[in-house]
């Protein structure tokens, strides 16, 4: 049973450029996660997702991020017009159901915004 | 809203020592409560979580936490750390979603 995967790890942008990062959880699992992870300010919650449905959108910024999970296919994370703030660790976490549970991670996307 | 806090951003240990991380969570309800270990250059992994009973956990690697409701706390402890435990260690509550501390850095010099 393959664990969650991430796509690409390592990801360069250029300032105004899109940044598109994939997320396929784990087997069996309909529920994502997506955090951001800073230097010295840990992991940041972003959106969590269930196929085809948003659940909890409230830690990613209004503008330029968007994130979907469709019934087929990896979830994404979709920044738009990066800027060099943006540059930080992407991880995706899946879990068998929504509450209650933990969550298994992937090995995440460094975006790099030059 | 719910928030998790790690007071010890950094805690710097001879091996051997003993190791207690604190972490305290502000929600009334029922919680659910996690502590991921992040080693270099890796992914989280879960290193102990507590849903319910026994609210001494023990975990792998020889790790261990106490859930005590009244102080709203869940401490990750070791008795005698080793230099492989040098990591970042998170704190994770989950009621309708799971959220992290800003994780706690731990190095251990032999």
């Known amino acids: 049973n393959a664990g969650v995967m991430q796509n690409p790890r390592h990801l360069v942008r250029r300032r105004g450029q899109e940044a598109r990062l994939r997320c396929s959880p784990m087997?069996?699992?309909?529920?994502v996660y997506w955090y951001r992870q800073l230097p010295e300010e840990g992991l940041k919650f972003m959106v969590y997702?269930?196929?085809?449905?948003?659940?909890?959108e409230s830690g990613m910024p209004k503008e330029r991020f968007s994130a979907e999970f469709p019934k087929e296919g990896p979830s994404i994370l979709r920044i738009q017009q990066v800027v060099r703030g943006d540059s930080a660790a992407y991880f995706c976490a899946s879990s068998p159901e929504g509450q209650g549970t933990g969550a298994y991670f992937g090995p995440g996307t460094r975006l790099t915004v030059t | 809203a719910q928030s998790v806090s790690q007071h010890n951003h950094h805690v710097i240990l001879s091996e051997a020592a003993s190791l207690e991380l604190g972490c305290n969570y502000s929600?009334?309800?029922?919680?659910?409560l996690f502590w991921y270990v992040q080693y270099p250059g890796q992914h989280l992994q879960l290193l102990l979580k507590?849903?319910?009973?026994?609210?001494l956990v023990k975990g792998i690697k020889g790790f261990e936490a106490e859930f005590i409701k009244s102080k709203f706390s869940f401490n990750l402890r070791k008795p005698s750390v080793q230099w492989s435990d040098t990591a970042e260690y998170f704190c994770?509550?989950?009621?309708?979603?799971?959220?992290f501390g800003t994780g706690t850095r731990l190095q251990v010099f032999p």
């Open positions: 507590y849903f319910s009973g026994d609210p």
């Open positions: 929600y009334g309800g029922t919680v659910n």
């Open positions: 994770a509550v989950n009621t309708d979603k799971l959220i």
């Open positions: 997702l269930q196929k085809e449905n948003i659940i909890d």
């Open positions: 087997k069996g699992h309909s529920h």
